[in-house]
């Protein structure tokens, strides 16, 4: 299966500010890939599917102008989240789809304080 | 948004004891998916099914895709302290190419 990085592995950041979070499959060109959010003890929810050269799709309920979604290339998406505020503190995950299954990323720690 | 039901959320089990989990759906899935995910790390991939019916293994793991596409359960034989973590099913949407997956099963293992 396809081999994914995501980079930071975690991240404190203050109030209002932004972070960057990237997402990088190595050894797979991904025209598609996912970004999910998991808060302590529960599931992995969807935010949005990322597409290289168009725009990114979000899942209901989640802000596309909070959260910034920019698939740059055949290998990495980066997912931005703006005026962070601390209950945007999540763990973020990616994947990259095979022909069913999702490889997914190690995941980023966020701590917005 | 829509889940997978899986049960039980947790267990906690001696070493050496054989465990199973599962996952019901009102809704039919051509492919059926079971994850393990460790403290702090993304979900690996532990197996995959893609036929009704259909039994596979992978070492000391078993699953099955329930033959009315609306279920799955997961084996684990003669669990080892490694066995640790969080299992989540999970089903493939055919139409939508995204995954729904169930809450999860913690187990706990005593060695």
């Known amino acids: 299966g396809a081999v994914v990085s995501q980079h930071p592995s975690r991240v404190i950041c203050k109030s209002g500010t932004s972070v960057k979070i990237e997402c990088r499959s190595l050894?797979?060109?991904?025209?598609?890939m996912f970004w999910y959010r998991q808060f302590p003890k529960q599931s992995l929810m969807l935010m949005a599917t990322?597409?290289?050269?168009?725009?990114?799709?979000?899942e209901q309920g989640v802000e596309k102008d909070k959260f910034l979604i920019n698939h740059a290339s055949l290998t990495l998406s980066t997912l931005t989240v703006t005026s962070a505020h601390p209950e945007d503190s999540s763990f973020y995950i990616c994947?990259?789809?095979?022909?069913?299954?999702?490889?997914f990323g190690p995941g980023t720690r966020l701590t917005v304080t | 948004g829509q889940q997978l039901n899986q049960s039980p959320q947790s267990m906690f089990i001696q070493e050496g004891e054989d465990v199973s989990m599962n996952c019901t759906s009102s809704s039919i899935f051509n492919t059926w998916l079971w994850y393990k995910q460790d403290p702090g790390e993304g979900p690996v991939l532990l197996i995959a099914l893609y036929k009704a019916g259909e039994l596979t293994s992978n070492g000391r793991l078993t699953a099955q895709f329930g033959i009315t596409r609306k279920d799955s359960f997961l084996n684990i034989s003669a669990s080892i302290p490694s066995d640790v973590g969080i299992y989540f099913c999970a089903g493939h949407n055919s139409n939508t190419g995204k995954l729904i997956f169930g809450q999860g099963t913690t187990l706990q293992v005593k060695p």
């Open positions: 994947s990259v789809p095979g022909t069913y299954e999702q490889y």
């Open positions: 050894d797979f060109q991904a025209t598609t």
């Open positions: 990322s597409n290289e050269g168009s725009k990114a799709t979000y």
